[in-house]
């Protein structure tokens, strides 16, 4: 009876770390490559999981905040993807480089090309795309996504997260922006890194040019002191002649 006992409680206890261990579902997800600057620019990158074990993702589309438009938005090419991007009219125009935009995406829409391709059980995808400019206005960006299973499964990940309140069920991707920098810049930390790159190029041309002036005065001193040198031996030798003569 002891050892059935023992047994039982074995099993109970095994079962309750299973389940506590087990990881949470995942969500579709938005994430940046770098810094996601308040008034900049950045590239942005939508994690699909495949949740499912008899089905695989087959499509994705992603509203982009009519609150908050982005007057610029390019998806990355994906092989085994179509890629189609929708705009609609503005309520008030937006001003780009100088220019007028009327017009802004509303939806990006990722969908399979074929019958293997798609996000397979047990894998993800990310999709990225250019977006920009961020508003200064905001601290996070919400993306609402609708995920598609070759059995016809449609999960909608568009519950807004509430301060105070636990996570949805199917919570919307969410961007979190940085604010900018000091110096005005707006950039992505991959643009920053070039220009330091520049800089400490420009930097070491400067020393090795500095390096070869140095050089160069000290072999024109070398120079001058032989020729100093062969002057003064040039007048003993001439002096000595004068008096034997």
């Given amino acids: 009876m002891k050892a059935s ?7 109970v206890a095994a079962t309750a770390v299973v ?11 938005v994430q940046a490559e770098g ?22 993702t087959t499509k994705l589309e992603v509203n982009f905040p ?23 009219k503005l309520a008030k125009p937006l001003e780009l480089h100088g ?17 293997d391709s798609g996000i397979q ?9 250019s977006i920009g400019a ?18 016809k499964e449609v999960v909608r990940w568009i519950e807004v997260q509430e301060d105070g309140a636990e996570e949805p069920e ?11 920098s000091e110096d005005g810049h707006h950039g992505s930390t991959g643009a920053e890194d070039a220009d330091d790159k520049t800089e400490n190029a420009a930097a070491t041309t400067e020393a090795a040019d500095g390096d070869s002036s140095d050089t160069t005065a000290r072999v024109l001193g070398v120079v001058g002191i032989v020729i100093g040198a062969l002057g003064v031996a040039y007048g003993v030798l001439a002096g000595r002649r004068r008096s034997d003569a």
Avoid: C
């Avoid at 059980?121 to 795309?129: A, I, L, S």
């Avoid at 961020?134 to 609708?146: C, N, R």
């Fill in 5 to 11: 006992r023992l047994a039982a409680t074995g099993a």
């Fill in 19 to 29: 389940v506590l261990s087990s990881p949470a579902f995942a969500h579709v997800s």
């Fill in 35 to 56: 810094t996601a600057a308040k008034g900049g620019y950045a590239v942005v990158d939508f994690k699909v999981p495949n949740e499912r074990d008899n089905a695989s």
């Fill in 66 to 88: 009519a609150d908050h438009p982005l007057a610029s938005v390019m998806p990355e090419p994906m092989p085994g993807w179509k890629i189609e991007v929708t705009k609609s």
């Fill in 99 to 115: 220019e007028q935009i009327t017009e802004a995406v509303s939806k990006v829409t990722w969908t399979a090309a074929g019958k």
């Fill in 121 to 129: 059980p047990g894998y993800f995808e990310k999709f990225p795309v």
């Fill in 134 to 151: 961020l508003p200064e206005d905001a601290d996070e960006l919400v993306f609402k996504a609708i995920q598609t299973y070759s059995n």
């Fill in 170 to 180: 199917t919570p919307a991707p969410v961007l979190a922006l940085s604010a900018a």
